[in-house]
């Protein structure tokens, strides 16, 4: 157990926001989790992960406990099918590419998602026409009331688009500690119809792809149009793709008849936010150090010295001019404290 005092949460989130917290713990034992949570009340506690789905905008007076617990364990289920367990501080991506060298599928669509395996269940990760529910086995997450590890299977965890029980009605109850996921080891059922996956296979001559391959076309797709946090500090997609009702739609198809959209439903359709953003004229837009990625407006990101007031102030500008424009509301998808 590692304790600091007065410390900068710009290392600890991928926005790179300065602020600070008077206390952190870095955690690395379920032990340690446990002596604190012993010592202390949950209320007072600032609980973190990998700092990738996160938006800070004061500085943390509660004791941060960055959870940083480590390990890998690999359970032979049946011939075409593994359990793989992962502790919540392993990094994703690397996560991802242990996976696929092991030839285990099923993750290959959610490379280079920033942020570490613990946080993924939270909000259902996904990209690329995968989400974490599709091959969540379990997690074990502490209660942090009792102690007491519970298992949570994938029923229990309520998952919807970028929900988690864990976001909502459990949200400060437990700490995900472990998350165990079923992957195929051969007859791999590949996702490339999403995005430019198809198109970035044909021209690389690759016709029959493997694991690997779409993971590698993802992999370069992200990286053409997404920051690296490392560079330049973001949190990934900042909104949530609105779903609206198809009345809807077709009222908008008159005045926009190029907007995209995905059927999600008889009566539902997915619009993406980025489209929204960018139709808007705000792709690119810039307040100070607080922006718009010009790659990609689904992107908010952080030139240099932004607070996270401002980059909130931002995204509540958008919000605003995407209500006035198309009658959308578009929410957050990440969390903001």
């Not at 157990?1 to 991928?14: E, Q, R």
């Not at 989400?131 to 969540?136: H, N, S, T, Y």
């Amino acid at each position: 157990m590692k304790i600091l005092h007065d410390v900068s949460l710009k290392p600890y989130n991928t926005f790179g926001i300065d602020v600070k917290a008077r206390k952190l713990i870095e955690i690395t034992s379920l032990e340690e989790l446990k002596e604190v949570l012993r010592k202390s009340y949950a209320s007072e506690l600032f609980f973190l992960g990998g700092g990738s789905n996160m938006l800070l905008t004061k500085d943390v007076e509660q004791t941060v406990l960055h959870i940083d617990l480590k390990g890998k364990q690999v359970n032979k289920e049946s011939e075409d099918h593994v359990i793989v367990t992962a502790m919540a501080g392993e990094n994703w991506h690397q996560f991802v590419l242990y996976c696929i060298e092991n030839n285990f599928g099923g993750v290959e669509n959610l490379s280079l998602i920033p942020g570490n395996v613990g946080t993924a269940p939270i909000q259902n990760i996904g990209a690329y026409g995968v989400e974490i529910k599709d091959v969540f086995e379990s997690c074990e997450a502490l209660d942090v009331q009792t102690l007491e590890l519970k298992r949570f299977n994938k029923e229990e965890c309520h998952f919807e688009y970028r929900e988690s029980i864990f976001k909502n009605e459990a949200k400060g109850r437990y700490i995900i500690t472990s998350v165990s996921f079923r992957l195929t080891t051969q007859n791999h059922q590949l996702n490339t119809s999403y995005g430019s996956i198809d198109t970035f296979l044909e021209e690389q001559g690759i016709t029959n792809p493997q694991i690997r391959d779409v993971s590698n076309a993802v992999i370069h797709i992200r990286q053409s149009k997404l920051p690296d946090p490392k560079v330049l500090g973001n949190s990934g997609s900042f909104f949530k793709n609105p779903v609206v009702g198809k009345s809807t739609l077709l009222r908008l198809q008159k005045e926009f008849p190029e907007m995209p959209f995905y059927v999600l439903n008889e009566e539902e359709v997915k619009i993406p936010a980025g489209w929204l953003i960018d139709r808007a004229g705000l792709k690119g837009h810039r307040e100070g150090d607080a922006g718009v990625h010009s790659r990609q407006a689904l992107v908010l990101v952080n030139h240099g010295n932004a607070t996270g007031q401002e980059i909130l102030a931002l995204s509540q500008k958008i919000q605003e001019r995407i209500d006035n424009l198309f009658g959308i509301k578009i929410s957050p998808e990440v969390n903001i404290f």
